[in-house]
């Protein structure tokens, strides 16, 4: 996905957090099929390695709630504190209520679902904080 921002474009890179290889993959080649950048990996430790590394080239990061060890949300939170312009954006293989978001106590972080279709997706990965970090 390219972004127009003023006479140019950039495209959005995805830092997908995901320990099911199977479901890692199927992600990228979703997020690749759609124009999107996209670095995959299976833990939280190697997901803090690669936004110490890459960190301002990469806009969106898509976190397993489910992960090994440092979980998902703990994650989440501990990214958007490390990098906060950031957009970080949960997905769980369970439909998760208003409610359980709620506890898992990461404000601000948006959520879809891992079974969305790619137009959901996307729309999850797209909102204004997206943006924002590109303008930044």
């Known amino acids: ?18 320990a099911e290889e199977d ?7 979703v997020l690749r099929g759609e124009g999107l950048s996209v670095r995959a990996v299976a833990s939280a430790d190697e997901a803090l390695g690669a936004l110490a590394r ?3 080239a990469i806009q969106v990061a898509l ?9 998902g949300a703990r994650l989440a939170r501990l990214l958007k504190e490390r990098w906060p312009a950031l957009r970080v954006v949960l997905t769980s293989p369970f ?4 409610g359980q978001l709620a506890r898992l106590d990461c404000d601000g972080s948006g959520y879809v679902d891992w079974h969305a279709e790619p137009a959901g997706l996307l729309a999850s990965l797209r909102g204004p904080r997206a943006v924002a970090s590109l303008l930044a």
């Open 1 to 18: 996905m390219r972004l127009a921002i003023g006479k140019g474009t950039i495209t959005m890179r995805v830092l997908i957090v995901e």
């Open 23 to 29: 479901e890692r993959l199927r992600l990228a080649v």
């Open 54 to 56: 890459e960190g301002s």
């Open 63 to 71: 976190v397993d709630v489910l992960l090994p060890g440092l979980s």
């Open 95 to 98: 439909h998760l209520s208003p």
